[in-house]
C-alpha cells in the first residue's frame, strides 16, 4: 500500500465524502439570478436600493466578455426597483422579474414587475400589476416553448394575500392569475415533462411547507398544505402525473424524499374538484450530514 492510498482510505471508512476539484474559466461582479440561452450567453440582474434606483439586466457571452447593460429608468423617488429573477425564452431574450419596492429605512413591497428585453438590450415591454400600492411581490419565472411567461409571487385573492402565478403572453399581455387558497408563500415553481406546473411553498410563520401542482390554463389539479417540516421543500413532477417532493422530517430531523401518485378527482354533482393526494406511494429518510 503506496502512503497515497492511506488517506482516501481512511476517509470513506470514516464516512467522509470526497468532492472533485472545480476550475473557474472566468469571474465577473456579482447579481442576484443568472440564466443562459441558447447561445451560452450569461444574463445576470442587480439593483440599486437606493430611492429611484433601478433593475440592471447585464450580458456576457460565454467566455465572460461583457456585451452590454440595460434598464428601465423609473422616475419615482420614494421607490426603487428590486430585481428577484431573470429567465430567457427561445428566441434569446430576457425576461427580468422584480418587485417596486417603497421607502428606504425600512422598505416594503409595493407593486409585481416584470420587464422583456431582446437580445440586444432594448426593453420590449414592462408591466407593473396589479393596483397601485397593492402589497405584491414577486419571486421567479419560469417560460415555456412557445415563450409565454408564468411569474410566481405573492398576491391579494380571494383569501388575502397568498402565492400568486401570473401567465403573460410573449408581447405581455396577462392572460391569467391564479391564487393559492391559502397554504404559504412560494419558494419555487417547475414544470413537469407532462406540462404542468408544480409550487413549494413555505408558510409565512411555523414550520410548514405546502405543495401544488396546476396546469398551463391556471387550473389547480391538486393543493396539500400543512406539510410539518423543518426545512424549505421543494418540488418536481414526472411525465405519468406523479408528484415527488423533499422536506424535513420534523420528528427526526432528516430529510424525506415523498412521490405521490397520481391524484383522482372527487365528484361534486356535476363538477369535478381537485384534491390532494390521499396517501404517498413511496417515502424514503436521509441522513443530513
Known sequence: MTPRTVPAITALALGCRLFAQVSVDWTESGGLAIALDQQNNVFTVNYDPNLGGDITLTKRNANGAFLWDASFDQTSTTMFDKATWVATDPQGNAIVTGTVMSGFTSPVNANSLVMKFDPAGNLLWRQ??????????????????????????????????????????????????????????????????DSNLVIAHRGIVGSVNGYTRIDRNGNTIWSLGG???????????????????????????????????????????????????????????????
Open 128 to 193: 407593473v400589476y396589479e393596483s397601485f400600492f397593492d402589497g405584491s411581490s414577486t419571486r421567479k419565472c419560469v417560460v415555456d416553448k412557445a415563450s409565454n411567461i408564468y411569474v410566481v409571487g405573492i398576491g391579494t385573492g380571494p383569501n388575502g394575500q397568498v402565492t400568486k402565478v401570473k401567465k403573460f403572453a410573449p408581447n405581455g399581455t396577462a392572460l391569467w392569475s391564479w391564487f393559492d387558497v391559502g397554504i404559504g408563500a412560494p419558494v419555487n415553481i417547475k414544470f413537469t415533462p
Open 227 to 289: 406539510v410539518n417540516s423543518l426545512t424549505v421543500g421543494d418540488a418536481a413532477g414526472d411525465a405519468f402525473g406523479n408528484t415527488y417532493v423533499v422536506h424535513g422530517d420534523y420528528l427526526g430531523g432528516a430529510g424525506s424524499v415523498i412521490a405521490s401518485s397520481r391524484p383522482r378527482a372527487r365528484s361534486s354533482g356535476r363538477t369535478s374538484i381537485p384534491s390532494p393526494p390521499t396517501a404517498w406511494r413511496w417515502a424514503r429518510t436521509m441522513r443530513l450530514w
